[in-house]
C-alpha cells in the first residue's frame, strides 16, 4: 500500500515523499509499485499515531474496574482520537481490586481488538506519601514493597513499563536502583528536593509523572523536580489541556527541555463525556466545564485525551513538529519503544494518522489497517 503526495512527518519535520506500508510495517519506497495502487493524499498530512502513556479511562470506565470488554471499549475511543498505542494507567487502590485490574489488562491487551493497542500498564501507585497523594486515596497508600509489586507485574504478564514512586520513601532508592535496570522509573507525587530527585536520576530513574502536578513548585532556591529535569534532561510528562498547567509554564519549559516532554492526558473515566459526577480510585469525581477534582477541590485527573493536548500545544504557540514529537516519538523512546512505535520509519509498525491542514483527523491506520475513518458530515 502506497501513499502519496502528503506532507509526511519524518524525523521531525515534514517532507513530500511517499509512504510505503508492507505487512503491517512501514517499509522502504518501491518506485516499481503503479499509481493505480496509490492512494493520493494531496493536502493533507500523515503523521505517526499518537500515544498516551499516563491514561486512567475514557467514556465512562477506568482501567482500575473495567472488564476487558469494557477495556475495548477505551481503546475504541482512543483509536477515534488518533492514540494508536496506550499504557492502560492504574493508580491506588485495595490491593485485591489492584490486582483484579492487571489481570483484566492483560486479558484486554492480548484480546487482538482492533481499537487503540495496549502496550502496557502505567503504575501510578500506591508508592506514595501522604503529603502530595493529590487524589490517591490515603486509605490505599503502601510502603515500597518489592513483594508487591512482583506479584502485580506476575499477574499482568509483565506488562507493568512504567513505576511511579515518591523517592522520599523509606527504600525507595533501592527499589529505583534495582527495577529501573528492567523497567521505566518514574518520580512522581512527591515534595522531594532537587538533592533527593537527583539522586533518584542517578539511581536509575528516567522519568517525572505530570510534571508541576502533585509536587513543590519551582522556587530559586529550592528548584526541586522541576530544576532536575532541567538540569538532567529525563523525560517529563505534562498535561496540557490549559487547567493543569498555564500556557505560559507550557511554552517555557518548550525553551528550557524541548527535547524530554512527552504529552498525556492522564484522563479518566469522564473523558469522552459530558460534564457530571464520576469515580477515580475509589473516589467521587465532580466535572465541571471539563475540569475533574474531588469534592475538596483537588484535581483528579483530566477529561482531555492526547490529540486535543497536541492541538492545544499548537494553539499555545508550541512549533507543530515539536508537539508532533511530544506526543509520538519521544513518548515512545522515554518507555524504550522507539523502536517499534512512534515514527515513520521502515521497520516500524505502520501506526499514523491522514489529517486535514487544519489538523482534523481523517482516517487513523493501526499496523497498516485503517481501524478509524471520521464521518463526513
Not at 96 to 105: D, F, M, P, R, W
Not at 140 to 148: A, E, G, K, N, W
Not at 241 to 267: E, N, Q, T
Not at 355 to 366: A, F, R, T, W
Amino acid at each position: 500500500m502506497k501513499f502519496r503526495n502528503a506532507d509526511v512527518f519524518v524525523n521531525g519535520e515534514f517532507k513530500k515523499v511517499d509512504l510505503n506500508v508492507v505487512n503491517g510495517k512501514f517499509a522502504e519506497n518501491d518506485d516499481l509499485s503503479s499509481d493505480a495502487d496509490a492512494i493520493d493524499c494531496t493536502d493533507k498530512l500523515i503523521v505517526p499515531g499518537f500515544i498516551d502513556v499516563h491514561t486512567h479511562g475514557c467514556v465512562g470506565f477506568d482501567f482500575n474496574t473495567a472488564s476487558p470488554e469494557e477495556i475495548n471499549k477505551m481503546c475504541d475511543f482512543y483509536i477515534s482520537k488518533g492514540i494508536t498505542s496506550v499504557l492502560a494507567t492504574t493508580m491506588t487502590i485495595d490491593i485485591e481490586t489492584y490486582k483484579n485490574a492487571v489481570i483484566n489488562i492483560r486479558k484486554a491487551a492480548e484480546s487482538g481488538h482492533t481499537g487503540s493497542r495496549i502496550i502496557g500498564i502505567n503504575m501510578e501507585g500506591p508508592f506514595f506519601g501522604e503529603d502530595k497523594k493529590g487524589a490517591h486515596d490515603s486509605r490505599y497508600l503502601h510502603p515500597v514493597d518489592r513483594d508487591l509489586f512482583e506479584e502485580l507485574n506476575r499477574l499482568s504478564g509483565d506488562l507493568i513499563r512504567i513505576i511511579d514512586i515518591d523517592p522520599n520513601l523509606e527504600h525507595a532508592m533501592e527499589f529505583i536502583e534495582e527495577y529501573s535496570k528492567v523497567k521505566v522509573v518514574s518520580l512522581a507525587h512527591t515534595g522531594c528536593s532537587y538533592d533527593t530527585a537527583v539522586k533518584a536520576i542517578k539511581a536509575g530513574a528516567t522519568h517525572v509523572t505530570h510534571l508541576f502536578n502533585a509536587m513543590n513548585p519551582l522556587h530559586h532556591r529550592e528548584p526541586g523536580i522541576i530544576g532536575a529535569v532541567s538540569d538532567y534532561g529525563i523525560y517529563a510528562e505534562i498535561i496540557c489541556d490549559g487547567i493543569h498547567i498555564h500556557p505560559a509554564v507550557i511554552r517555557l519549559i518548550y525553551k528550557v527541555a524541548p527535547d524530554s516532554l512527552l504529552l498525556i492526558s492522564d484522563s479518566m473515566g469522564a473523558a469522552g463525556l459530558s460534564d457530571g459526577i464520576y469515580e477515580l480510585g475509589g473516589q467521587q469525581v465532580y466535572v465541571k466545564n471539563g475540569k475533574a477534582t474531588l469534592a475538596n477541590n483537588t484535581l483528579a485527573g483530566s477529561t482531555t485525551n492526547v490529540y486535543n493536548a497536541f492541538k492545544n500545544a499548537v494553539s499555545f504557540g508550541i512549533p507543530i513538529e515539536k508537539a508532533l514529537l511530544s506526543a509520538t516519538y519521544i513518548p515512545a523512546k522515554s518507555i524504550r519503544a522507539e523502536h517499534e512505535i512512534g515514527s515513520i520509519a521502515p521497520g516500524l509498525l505502520a501506526d499514523f494518522i491522514i489529517m486535514d491542514k487544519d489538523l482534523s483527523i481523517e482516517k487513523v491506520y493501526k499496523e497498516g489497517v485503517c481501524v478509524y475513518q471520521e464521518r463526513k458530515k
